[in-house]
């Protein structure tokens, strides 16, 4: 019979403990691991159900991964003081610790650390479930205190437990309800949408953390104010040209603009070997930074006597959770419709701007009255001009200056340098650069970009695109 004995308590929650334990096996085996008990009582919990299927999707989703940035996790088990998942002890000190305006991390260390973190995403996400489909699993709660190093260098993501994983057997479904921390979190994930963006963006507010000494700050919802306000943080950061500019896409207020965990991945390590050989190496760092920070740590409480903990054999089977799980939602509230205010606002708008152009078209003494035709320049060979009514007037001077021409202004485009090969598309017309188009919503590709990789470019002035063939994006630099 295996037991488990209890060593010294590791962190503490108001539903259970994480504690270092000796595991006792056959023939004298003997291994330490990391035991997360929740306590008896839980069961008798208003959500004591739904704490239990947490518990059990952890222990079941880490099962199922293999990543070596990802505590492993060895099984789930039941003691006479309740249920328990045991995992594999990570000894070795969480990033928090070494958040300081003083001393800021080496930023050759942060962007090992951040690929090896980004690594593991994309292993989560991209893992096989037990029926053949991605696990699509997203951690939701990446921070500085869940992240921990070893002295030989390690990097583990810690605490799955409102990890949210896309297969069958997961029982607590958490999407009703927004988890993690809010300093990290997303716009679109600050507003209840969860997406695989999310931990990219949870991942550049650490790192920006870590290399800024200081919390980033909340998202903002609105995003201009939001990508300028990432933009005039990053401003005093030490990082190159190339390095701010991955972070403020990873800081991006849309989703779809921020990089995949690959990407990070592939960038991340290709910004660590531009820093050069010469430059910290997260494991050089860790061998003197890991011990002084668990040297400085409070110690948890450590047993005089180690306390035994014994499976049982013949464990009942935790109570299955409610239909909806997760912390209660807040009441319903009746939803207000804004159509009939938006409705409102629109008829005073025509009606306000139809007052302005009768005034301002109003006939004056000195118009003309010689007809005059106005033309209008058609937007492409299609299209026919349109000819406005002629328009009378009372009388006529010889230095009336002539009525201007309107025209459908086009706008000359050009390829940026280091952005050759740029093609724009639209309405199924390939434009090769430098073009003079007409404004309006372009699909940029470049050449080395896979088949069907397209990026909008919005045209309205003289412009330059500049390309980057690895991030597949496009951006529009306005010219004189």
Known sequence: MRHYELLEELGRGAFGAVWRARLTGRGGFTREVAIKLLHASVTEHEHGAELLARLRDEARILGLLRHRAIVQSFELVHFEEGWAVVLELVEGADLGAFVSRVAPMPVSVVWEIVAEVASALRCAAETLG???????????????????????????????????????????????????????MSPERLAGVDLPA??????????????????????LLNPDAHNA????????????????????????????????????????RAHRLARGAEAPSLLGWAEHAVPEALAARRPGERLTAPRVLTELVSAPRPPEPPLTVGLPPPPDRPRV??????????????????????????????AATARVEVMAEAPSAEAPPVVAPPVEASTVEATTAPTPTRRAAKVKVTAAPGAEGVTLSRDGERLLLPATLAPGTYYATMSGWPAGALSPVVIDAP??????????????????
């Open 337 to 366: 419709s804004l159509a009939p205010w938006v409705f409102v606002g629109a008829c005073v708008s025509l009606f306000v701007g139809g007052v302005t152009l009768l005034v301002s078209e109003r006939p004056s003494a000195e």
């Open 229 to 268: 306000q990432i933009t005039a943080r990053l401003a005093s950061s030490p990082l190159t040209l190339a390095e701010r500019g991955l972070l403020c896409v990873m800081l991006a207020a849309r989703p779809e603009d921020r990089p995949s965990a690959r990407e990070v991945e592939r960038h991340a």
């Open 130 to 184: 037990p029926d053949g489909a991605p696990l699509l699993v997203q951690h939701r709660d990446i921070k500085p205190q869940n992240l921990r190093v070893t002295a030989g260098g390690e990097v583990k993501i810690l605490d799955l437990g409102i990890a949210r994983a896309e297969f069958a057997a997961r029982e607590a479904e958490t999407q009703a309800v927004r988890y993690g921390t809010l300093g990290y």
């Open 198 to 219: 999310g931990d990219v963006y949870a991942l550049g507010a650490t790192a920006a953390e870590l290399l800024l000494g200081e919390r980033l700050g909340r998202a």
């Open 463 to 480: 412009s330059a695109v500049r390309c980057d063939r690895a991030l597949k994006r496009c951006r529009v630099e306005p010219t004189p």
